[in-house]
């Protein structure tokens, strides 16, 4: 029956069922490719079952409208509405209005999800609001199939008799294929009611990243035991009260690491690392590298001293073995982020952080040794080296591990084959030679170091004064780069414009802590600087034509945002 005129189809009395909005490459008319899975253009799954009744809501087989399992001609299968629903240009119950606008164009006035860029239908399609070439204008049924007196239409995949029943197929369902997830409209941070579940892919880089684990687990257990074994047999082999020495030591070498875990953490305002990576970090050189390294140096100052004396033992330990085996060992830290937790690895940033917290923990372990040696020769010897080692040069051991930071940081960015393998290496050689030039000159010179101590440190302050300085115009680069790639999150309309600025804002995550937003803001811009910088590691990939796991974190993380988002709206004042 047709409506009378003025008669809305959404008017009450009248529900209408919601309309899930079309991906491209579900419908055939978008001129994109049809999923795995879904049947080939011409083709339809061949009849079975009892005849063909509409699976609607209510109501039997719409008068002209070809039963289930048979689309009109000249139409792909996916016409047909969700699981046996009718097609979205009919009415309520199968009849469409008359004087009214199909549904199968946009909603409130929108163009079709099928439609081109920027709402331009594809080529070939009829604009918004008129039917495809071949549908019978609205309130007419087609002609020649399933009407009476009608002439017969060739079917998909057969062409039955006419008055003969036709078995349905299974019921239509909209095509999509397993591996995609609905992309959202404009406006849209969830699904309309209807979308498909968006399924999240399993994680790209669990077997890397559980293998990196166990190696971490590993390398920590034996470091420590061999840590414990070298402090026995030193507390053993000394004279006076060598443990009572190691407790003082570690009263002066621990306290002090809160101010100097402090400056990183505050350094990387766009995209902090994990605690847990950074706990990871500092444990790998507190226990793994002072473990290993010290096994390495005992043994060849032994050797060497065995065969050349004890002064010239002390030279090679200190210049040659001690820079190669440290720097190896805080090295290898850095590594396991890059290869193993490639998605919290991000940058050069990212590697002199986690090279700074190796090297932090490294020192600390370290200076426990030191100050105990020098507790036991007095407190003004035991002062004298504090100064020394806690105020002037705590950071010598960051500065140097930061190289091989900045060389894994580079391979990172790059997708040049020859830099990714120069790169870290170079950075580990530079590394080393900083180390050896800082160890080599006061062993060498002995008390004739005292002459030029006061010039000589000088210089290493302003040199990592610069090294700072780097790190921050660093810091800068990488929230432009942030903003970047975000700017068209704000066009899809997964942020506003105020998230964006939230997300790159330095002080973001402190207007978050003090304010109303609390740990789901600072998730939200943690989750908004990773897809950004994901995005960034993606396209400079597709440049070079190589793949990167990054491009698997993007969905997801749209996903988490969309979560966020939702969740921030709930808790937002009113």
């Not at 029956?1 to 978008?30: I, V, W």
């Not at 008068?63 to 629903?85: E, L, M």
């Not at 020192?363 to 003004?380: F, H, K, P, T």
């Amino acid at each position: 029956m047709n409506h009378p005129r003025g008669h809305r189809p959404d008017s009450p009395g009248t529900p209408q069922q919601p309309r899930p909005a079309e991906r491209p490459g579900e419908h055939a008319h978008g001129g994109g490719q049809v999923p795995v899975g879904a049947p080939a253009q011409g083709a339809w799954p061949a009849p079975s079952g009892p005849p063909a009744h509409w699976q609607a809501d209510r109501g039997p087989v719409p008068q002209g409208v070809p039963p289930q399992g048979h689309p009109p001609q000249g139409h792909p299968p996916h016409w047909a509405g969700p699981q046996g629903h009718p097609p979205h240009w009919a009415g309520p119950q199968g009849h469409p209005p008359q004087g009214h606008p199909p549904h199968w164009a946009g909603p409130q006035g929108h163009p079709p999800h099928w439609a081109g860029p920027q709402g331009h239908p594809p080529q070939g399609i009829p604009p918004q609001g008129h039917p495809p070439r071949g549908i019978p204008p609205q309130g007419h049924p087609p002609q020649g199939h399933g009407s009476p007196g009608g002439a017969p239409m060739p079917a998909y995949g057969g062409q039955p008799q006419r008055g003969a029943p036709v078995p349905p197929g299974p019921p239509l369902r909209p095509v999509l294929a397993p591996h995609l997830t609905p992309l959202p409209q404009p406006g849209h941070v969830h699904p309309l009611p209807g979308y498909p579940a968006v399924v999240r892919k399993p994680d790209p880089d669990r077997r890397r990243r559980l293998a990196g684990l166990w190696l971490w687990a590993m390398g920590i257990l034996a470091g420590a035991v061999l840590n414990v074994v070298f402090a026995l047999l030193g507390v053993l082999g000394a004279e006076g009260d060598m443990l009572g020495a190691m407790v003082v030591g570690a009263l002066f070498a621990f306290p002090p690491l809160a101010i100097y875990l402090f400056v990183p953490t505050i350094i990387d305002r766009f995209d902090p690392e994990p605690w847990w990576c950074l706990l990871m970090a500092f444990l790998w050189g507190a226990l793994a590298a002072t473990g290993f390294s010290i096994v390495i140096n005992t043994v060849v100052h032994a050797g060497v001293a065995a065969s050349f004396g004890a002064p010239m033992g002390e030279l090679v330990s200190a210049s040659i073995s001690a820079p190669f085996a440290e720097e190896l060992w805080k090295g290898l830290g850095v590594f396991g982020f890059f290869y193993f937790l490639r998605r919290e690895f991000d940058g050069i940033v990212d590697g002199i952080i986690y090279a700074t917290f190796c090297a932090l923990g490294f020192a600390a372990v370290e200076n426990v040794l030191y100050y105990a040696r020098a507790a036991m020769q007095g407190s003004d010897v035991l002062a004298g080296t504090f100064v020394l080692r806690g105020v002037f040069t705590p950071w010598l051991h960051p500065l140097f591990t930061s190289m091989t930071g900045i060389g894994f940081g580079l391979a990172r960015e790059s997708s040049r084959t020859w830099v990714r393998i120069a790169a870290p290496i170079g950075g580990y050689l530079l590394g080393v030679a900083l180390h050896a030039v800082w160890n080599f000159l006061p062993t060498a010179l002995g008390r004739a170091m005292g002459e030029v101590f006061i010039p000589w440190l000088l210089l290493w302050l302003c040199f990592v004064a610069a090294f700072f300085g780097i790190i921050v115009a660093l810091v800068i680069r990488k929230g432009w780069v942030i903003r970047d790639h975000l700017r068209d999150e704000v066009a899809l309309g997964m942020l506003t414009q105020d998230e964006l600025e939230l997300v790159c804002s330095p002080i973001g995550r402190l207007r978050c802590t003090l304010g109303w937003r609390g740990a789901t803001g600072r998730s939200f811009i943690r989750a908004g600087a990773r897809l950004a910088l994901s995005k960034w590691h993606t396209a400079r990939a597709m440049r070079g034509n190589n793949r990167t796991l990054s491009a698997d974190f993007i969905a997801p993380l749209r996903q988490e945002i969309a979560q966020l988002r939702q969740a921030l709206l709930a808790r937002a004042p009113r």
